[in-house]
């Protein structure tokens, strides 16, 4: 079954319209993913937010309240005023090393770029299948034997970068050294 003109142009235009709409969306998910990411990262986590957590916080500072009085008796013996006196005291950090600012900024900057790079992926998943889509549809008018011929012999992805072999990098590896070698920039 064919299409009529109409319909593929119709059609080219909606494919068009749809791989804008879907960068455009892959530019808001990359927003939404780091406003995410700084959520996580900045979120404060409370001792009474998990009746694990206030359990432990309970028994730890029944623990220093036990030594507070050790070490004031102790003090008394040595003969310390209660206002030079060490004390102990315990605290619960909620954020662990992301309380640093320096920490999130570097974390942030990672999480950016691995976002940065999740869009640039996405951008041309979004433009193969647009040109997929575009290419079939196109197929479906042509009419002519070279015009099919053409269009089946356009290039591949894989036969413009082809696989890399460890063996050819090796020899590459193997080529450089023994040229730098001549060169005398000392490699054994």
Known sequence: MTMTKGERDQLLQLVKKRERVMKSKAQERSAALLAEFDAQSAKIHHWDDDAIWARAKEEAQKAIDDAKV??????????????????????????????VAERRAELRRAAKSR??????????????????????????????????LFLETMPKIEHLMPSVEVTEIQSLVEAKRQQQKQLGYGYN
């Open 70 to 99: 050790v070490v004031a008796a102790r003090c008394q013996e040595l003969g310390i005023p209660a206002e030079f006196a060490p004390d102990l005291n315990m605290y619960w950090s909620g954020r662990g090393h992301n309380a």
């Open 115 to 148: 976002i940065d790079v999740i869009e640039k992926e996405a951008i041309s998943k979004i433009e193969g299948m647009s040109l997929d889509a575009q290419t079939e549809i196109i197929a479906h008018g042509l009419e002519s034997d070279a015009a099919k």
